[in-house]
């Protein structure tokens, strides 16, 4: 099965949190709050949403920060993923 998004919706996978620095010190507690940033997994054909025109800036594969408290956590066949809207998705990491 996969994940196909609707609309202006994107999938998005959780890049795992770091628990080290890179001269190996562990940061306790870190894992604890999940990190914003996400790779593209999927993303909707957009369209037009609510009477406007909405054009995806997306792309699979692509790393992402999208807000806070956004989009639904679905479990598909042992992962876990992420859907949001375009609009929650905040910054591309280049």
Do not use: C, H, N
Not at 9 to 31: D, F, N
Not at 49 to 71: L, N
């Amino acid at each position: 099965m996969k994940l196909v998004p609707l609309g202006d919706r994107v999938v998005l996978k959780q890049l795992v949190a770091e628990e080290t620095t890179k001269s190996g010190i562990v940061l306790p507690g870190q894992g604890k709050e999940k990190p914003q940033q996400a790779e593209v997994i999927a993303v909707g054909p957009g369209g037009v949403i609510d009477g406007k025109e909405v054009k995806m800036q997306v792309s699979v594969g692509q790393q992402v920060i999208y807000s806070k408290y956004a989009g639904t956590e679905v479990k598909l066949e042992e992962d876990e993923y992420i859907i949001v809207k375009q609009s929650d998705i905040l910054a591309v990491v280049e």
